[in-house]
């Protein structure tokens, strides 16, 4: 991809950056100062459809990167290189993309989904309606079931 603007790549990179680590030009303003142009340029390269690619393009990288060093930096052979790669789709679906996602649901989608609806249901799948509800009662604790009570004209002792 052809990069409309010199500038785009260094202010996504920057903007890429922790909070800790941007330097002298903490605001997006202190950036656009520092280079010799405006917020309001800033802003418009933010709804330009080629600077927003650029954005994702760059984004990936550095997160692929980001991930390769941390997960793999302890790591060599096998299981490093599948660390990298399982950060890489994880990232890669977080993002957004879609082949990335489709990836990551046939890989650990359905197991996932089964395990989670197996636990949703296991843990009602043999409580009755006066336990569910002695056990709501006790999770809000004795004053806010007892200020309800009285609220509703109830009288409530010890």
Known sequence: MAVKNPLWDEFILWSLLPDVEKGEWATENDWAVGHGTTARTL???????????RRDELSRVAEVTRIADVDASDLSGDEG????????????????????LELY?????????????????ADMANANLDDLVLEALFALGESVVV????????????
């Open 105 to 121: 649901f046939k890989t650990y989608g359905k197991p996932f989904v089964e395990e989670e609806a197996a636990s949703r249901v």
């Open 43 to 53: 802003r418009r390269w933010k709804q330009h459809p080629e600077f927003v690619a």
């Open 147 to 158: 200020d309800a009570l009285r609220n509703r004209g109830w009288t409530v002792e010890r």
């Open 81 to 100: 290189d599948y660390r990298v790669v399982k950060s890489t789709l994880v990232a890669g679906a977080k993002s957004g993309n879609p082949k990335y």
